[in-house]
């Protein structure tokens, strides 16, 4: 598959996912009421909306130079990464404790952006910079998939359920 062909398609499926994610937070409001939950609604949010707009950069800059995606690459791993890594307190005080995930979502950003200030890295794996980019930004989109995962099956924490669980 052509590697803009690919972007293309990422993009538009990770903005569809994060689209059927505001349709579920809709229908369950309560999940926003507890501020260590709420940042686990978010996390699942950023997991999906950061790699979308990697891809439209990547779009825009991965035909010519390579100069756009890379910086924000690097930027919106950043982004990524400080967001994640500031949720993680958060992740054991909710019901969500999704701490394994949001750590293996930490090192994916820190690899992308150092992919992204490092592209010569692609040659190891006989690959160009942007492929490797790729394969990074499945790996987030999965984790995402355990976020929302991990967020659908647990429980409440024992005292909060009342946060997680109002009356009907």
């Known amino acids: 598959m052509d590697i803009s062909t690919f972007y293309a398609l990422f993009s538009a499926t990770c903005f569809a996912l994060l689209g059927f994610w505001w349709n579920l937070i809709q229908g369950n409001p309560h999940w926003l009421r507890d501020p260590d939950t709420r940042v686990a609604v978010g996390g699942v949010y950023l997991a999906l909306l950061l790699p979308a707009l990697m891809g439209l950069f990547a779009q825009v800059g991965g035909n010519g130079t390579t100069t756009i995606w890379r910086i924000s690459f690097v930027a919106i791993a950043v982004v990524g990464f400080v967001t994640t890594a500031r949720a993680l ?80």
């Open 89 to 168: 307190p958060h992740s054991r005080r909710s019901s969500v404790d999704d701490t394994p995930t949001r750590v293996a979502t930490i090192v994916i950003y820190a690899l992308i952006a150092v992919v992204g200030v490092f592209p010569e890295i692609g040659k190891l794996f006989d690959l160009k910079a942007i492929q490797v980019e790729a394969i990074l930004l499945i790996l987030i989109v999965l984790s995402a998939h355990g976020l929302v995962w991990r967020f659908m099956t647990s429980g409440p924490v024992p005292g909060r359920h009342e946060a997680m669980n109002p009356p009907q």
